[in-house]
């Protein structure tokens, strides 16, 4: 019995370019399975020190939804560093002006916070509408599974 661990590196995995579609996703339950394609979570020889995922397209940002009064009541908070600094934005606000950053905010967070984070969301691409430039690397059509079926 072959006893010895397995490290794999970033150079010995293929990478795989998924096509994700947003439009009326539940944008945690999107978010988490798409930080998991960037990490490589879905790989057989997933390293956690390692970057072995994928790179991910996701499609639609304006469409996805939040469930619940989430929309109303969601904040996001930033502070610019200076006394007094602290900027609160709220959901609706950020889905009028910049709705892709709805989606990165929540994929960051479910990276891990360090080099190898930063590495990782590099790999992420997220459009508002339905064009995105990436249509030379082939990305396969991705469906999501943790979907609730009634939402």
Do not use: C
């Amino acid at each position: 019995m072959d006893k010895t661990t397995h490290f794999f590196r970033t150079t010995d995995t293929e990478r795989k370019w998924h096509l994700v579609d947003a439009s009326g996703k539940t944008l945690g339950r999107t978010a988490s399975e798409v930080a998991s394609l960037l990490r490589g979570k879905h790989k057989p020889v997933f390293t956690p020190n390692a970057d072995m995922g994928d790179f991910v397209v996701i499609v639609n940002a304006s469409k996805v939804k939040l469930t619940g009064k989430r929309t109303e009541m969601k904040e996001y908070f930033h502070y610019t560093g200076y006394p007094g600094g602290g900027v609160f934005e709220r959901f609706k606000d950020l889905m009028l002006k910049h709705p892709e950053r709805v989606i990165e905010k929540a994929v960051r967070g479910m990276l891990p916070h360090n080099r190898l984070g930063r590495q990782i969301f590099k790999k992420l691409k997220v459009y508002a509408g339905a064009d995105h430039p990436h249509a030379a690397q082939r990305p396969q059509p991705y469906t999501l599974k943790h979907q609730r079926l009634g939402a």
